[in-house]
């Protein structure tokens, strides 16, 4: 039920705190330290190379899993969009483990993947919102966001949910080989759902941003570097899916290899600045753009140079900024959506759950 929402989508949105703190619960064991299924974690530990297959957003959550799972646990990590991975498989590894992520459980594209690569032997994670999916009944294992149900068809806590979690999974299977780290998760998911529940809490300031950005725009893009550039390409699909305002995510430094042909006076281009080491690089890229025209909005984090930046997000570990600097984006969609007169819950072409290929 929407109780006093406008808006599943909005609702689901200001869930994201509480199901950080969920998610801390349910993977912590009696002494408050992370766990995952000894099963589970022994299988990340055999593998050689972990495949990521996903579609649409929980792609988007995929890519940040591969820094995740790659700085926290040291396995290299390739992730696919399951409709490309089904006819075009890459070249496997001798030791592969598959991780399916589909807040559904449901989609097709996903599924097809699925059955094939058990077909070949392979042992399969599915990481979905949904007890008994198809995914997890059809994957070797499962672990559960613990998001509770998402009905708005553009997907919100479901993302920051899968990358929480692949953080969690990560974290175990690096703790288990002993690779050295400084990250103490639950303090950090911890810091990261108060973070949420800040911006949560500021939704005129991005009710400002779209009013300002977007209301006559025809196309609008995003730019980030690093793990930045991940959660644009998840800002613009937001955008694009209930705004229906063409909306691309780039990579800052591929701008001039081509994208920056398309800026003109007014174009509108939100740049993402969380990460130290390309702070200065991605600040350059908005220099870029604002000399050709652009309409430029940093969104920054606390701790970096931020003077004159659009909003600055209050501080979390550079890891886990995506689960926070993705909330300003999926506001932004939905007030641009709003002001728009877009049906923001359920956008023209879409389905909840993607059952066909
Ligand atoms: C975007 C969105 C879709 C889904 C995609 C995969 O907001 O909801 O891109 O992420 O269809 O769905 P699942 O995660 O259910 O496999």
Redesign the pocket.
Known sequence: EKGTYPHFMLKEIDEQPLVMRKIIQAYQDENGRLQINEEITNAMLKADRIYIV???????AGLVGKQLIEKLAEIPVEVHLASEFGYNMPLLSKRPLFIF???????AD?RAVLVKVKEMGYRALTI??VPGST?SREADDTLLLHAGPEIA????K??TAQIAVLAILASVAGAAKRVPTDLDLVKELGIAASAMDTLCDAKEAFEQIAAEYLPATINCFFIGRSIDYFVGLEGA??LK?ISYIQAEGFAGGELKHGTIALIEKGTPVIALATQTNVNGSIRANVKEVETRGAHTCIISMKGLDTAGDRYVLPHVHELLTPLISVIPLQLIAYYAALHRGCDVDKPRN?A???TVE
């Open positions: 996903a579609c649409g957003t929980s792609y988007h992520i589909s807040q559904s459980g449901e989609t996903s979905t919102n995914l068809v553009a997907s919100t479901a993302y699909l937001k899916e879409l909840k759950s993607v």
